[in-house]
């Protein structure tokens, strides 16, 4: 059942917010374009769970859904999997695979967090194997991390070929893709397209949990392969995020 309480409509560009009543999202996502939607868990959880982000993403979501458009979101696992697995490490000196489990119970936890908060818009059951079979009608689907040896970005690059869709979009917190990382060189320029093969250039070969990258190097191997289109946008500037799904100009980096 869709719930009819108010919601929050986002201006786009802007972090203003109008209140109306909405109309039942349609249920059913066959007909609708999937968009496969990775959120940075820097965003979700900066320090403290930032409730300001998490109503205008809401919003956002809510408004394209009534437009159309169907979401599949995955979420990362940001500081609570950080503090979580320094402190375990602290007590006893875990491997990779424990350190990742941590990881993946963080990013399991704010998919809750989301699922709880689209609840009656959102499929009740958060997906954790994006590569098993998904029989659900609901415009919006929420997802966590899978397994250890793959990040949130693997995970949200396999989840787009499960369901066949076309486009990814990286929210993290950062404007673009930089020819080096901006706060090392202060020459390094900003990227607004750039093709797979120069982009998988720019970062390292292999995957780490700690690897600082604007796209899992494993990832975007895969996307390649699939021709998929990834957006890497700033999730604190969500109309920018609203201008790409439009197809109007945004700030961000496009990769295909």
């Not at 109309?23 to 320090?47: C, F, K, T």
């Not at 609570?80 to 424990?98: F, G, I, K, N, W």
């Amino acid at each position: 059942m869709i719930h009819t309480r108010q919601f929050a409509k986002l201006h786009e560009g802007r972090n203003t917010l109008q209140y109306s009543e909405p109309s039942p999202l349609p249920m059913n996502a066959n007909e609708r374009e999937r968009v496969v939607v990775s959120v940075g868990g820097s965003l979700i959880v900066p320090d403290g769970i930032d409730t300001n982000f998490l109503t205008h993403f809401k919003a956002l979501i809510l408004d394209k859904a009534q437009q159309g458009f169907s979401f599949t979101i995955i979420t990362g696992g940001g500081k609570t999997a950080r503090r979580y697995q320094d402190a375990a490490h602290t007590v006893t000196p875990l491997s990779r695979q424990d350190l990742d489990w941590i990881g993946i119970h963080a990013t399991r936890l704010n998919a809750q967090l989301l699922r709880n908060i689209f609840v009656g818009y959102a499929y009740p059951q958060i997906i954790k194997n994006p590569t098993a079979a998904i029989h659900a009608d609901a415009p919006i689907i929420i997802a966590a991390g899978w397994q250890p040896g793959c990040s949130t970005d693997y995970d949200a690059v396999l989840m787009a070929k499960n369901l066949g869709a076309h486009r990814l979009v990286n929210l993290s917190n950062i404007d673009y893709v930089y020819t080096e990382d901006p706060e090392k060189n202060t020459d390094a320029k900003k990227i607004e397209k750039i093709s797979w093969t120069e982009f998988r250039k720019l970062i390292p070969t292999e995957w780490d949990p700690g690897l600082s990258s604007p796209f899992d190097p494993i990832a975007a191997k895969e996307a390649e392969l699939l021709n998929l289109e990834v957006a890497i946008i700033n999730g604190t500037t969500l109309g920018e995020f609203s201008n790409y799904l439009e197809g109007k100009p945004f700030v961000g980096t496009i990769i295909s």
